[in-house]
C-alpha cells in the first residue's frame, strides 16, 4: 500500500512536470468558485452554479497547463489589478479617515485630486497640477 501511494505521488509529480500548478490566480479562483458554490446553495440560482463550474474550468485548465509564460502573464496581470485596488482602497480609507478636517475634490481640468481643509465656505481652489482654479465649498 505504501508503495503504492508513493508510485501515484511519483506519478502525478511526473505528470505535472512543466505544468504551471497552482499559482495566486489559481487560489483566487479557487475561493471565488466556493463562493459561488455557496450562493447557489443559498439562493437556488443556477447562474451561480453555471458560473462555479465554468470557473472551476478555467481554474484546472491553468493548474495543468503547459503554456507556463502565458500562465505567469495572467497570474501577474492578477497581481497588478491586486496591487491596484489594494492603493485605492488605501486612499479611499485615508480620505474617510479625514473627512473631518479635508474635503476632496477633483479638477474640473485634470481631474487630479486636491484636498482642502473643511468649513472656510467658499473657497477658489488651484489645482496643484495644472494650475486651474475653481470654486468649491470647503
Ligand atoms: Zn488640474
Same mark, same amino acid.
Do not use: D, E, M
Given at each position: 500500500m505504501r508503495g +503504492?501511494?508513493? &508510485?501515484l505521488r &511519483? &506519478? +502525478?509529480a511526473r505528470f505535472m512536470q512543466g505544468r504551471n500548478g497552482m499559482d495566486e490566480l489559481g487560489r483566487a479562483l479557487n475561493i471565488v468558485v466556493l463562493v459561488l458554490l455557496i450562493l447557489s446553495i443559498f439562493t437556488k440560482w443556477?447562474? +451561480?452554479? *453555471?458560473?462555479a463550474l465554468v470557473l472551476m474550468g478555467y481554474m484546472y485548465f491553468r493548474v495543468f497547463s503547459k &503554456?507556463?509564460?502565458k500562465r505567469y502573464a495572467e497570474n501577474q /496581470?492578477?497581481?497588478n489589478f491586486r496591487y491596484d485596488t489594494k *492603493? @485605492?482602497?488605501n486612499k479611499k480609507k485615508m480620505e474617510w479617515n479625514q473627512r473631518k478636517i479635508y474635503r476632496f475634490f477633483r479638477c474640473p481640468m485634470c481631474k487630479q485630486k486636491v484636498r482642502v481643509? @473643511?468649513?472656510r465656505? /467658499? *473657497?477658489c481652489i488651484t489645482c496643484p497640477k495644472c494650475k486651474a482654479e475653481f470654486i468649491k465649498r470647503s
Open positions: +503504492f501511494l508513493q &508510485n &511519483n &506519478n +502525478f443556477s447562474v +451561480f452554479y *453555471i458560473l &503554456n507556463t509564460p /496581470k492578477y497581481r *492603493i @485605492k482602497w481643509p @473643511k468649513g465656505g /467658499k *473657497i
